[in-house]
Nanobody, 116 residues
Framework: QVQLVESGGGLVQPGGSLRLSCAAS????????MNWYRQAPGKERELVAS????????NYGDSVKGRFTMSRDNAKNTVYLQMNSLKPEDTAVYFC?????????WGQGTQVTVSS
């Protein structure tokens, strides 16, 4: 059974930091590209960051470049998203996604709220 479980969301003040985690199971994690998406109320889901395997090449959306860092630990079947210098516009539900060819799996999401 495939599972992607996100954690680490919460309420943070502008300028603060959060670290999201996504623990994967039920598939060959090390062979999948992993992605973080987010969806704010009334907006479409957008790609925040992605990381390939085994090279670990990362790509980021323009709105988060220089502030967010994605990493993965294939030994722990886990990906991370370090979010720094958070802004109110980063408020959204953040989803973990695993993709390889025509297979795509999603987590349930974790809420991130940036507010004073």
């Amino acid at each position: 059974q495939v599972q992607l479980v996100e954690s680490g969301g919460g309420l943070v003040q502008p300028g603060g930091s959060l670290r999201l985690s996504c623990a994967a199971s039920g598939f060959r994690f090390s062979t999948y590209t992993m992605n973080w998406y987010r969806q704010a109320p009334g907006k479409e889901r957008e790609l925040v960051a992605s990381i390939t395997s085994p090279s670990g090449t990362t790509n980021y959306g323009d709105s988060v470049k220089g502030r967010f860092t994605m990493s993965r630990d294939n030994a722990k079947n886990t990906v991370y998203l370090q979010m720094n210098s958070l802004k109110p516009e980063d408020t959204a539900v953040y989803f973990c996604n695993a993709r390889r060819n025509d297979r795509s799996y999603w987590g349930q999401g974790t809420q991130v709220t940036v507010s004073s």
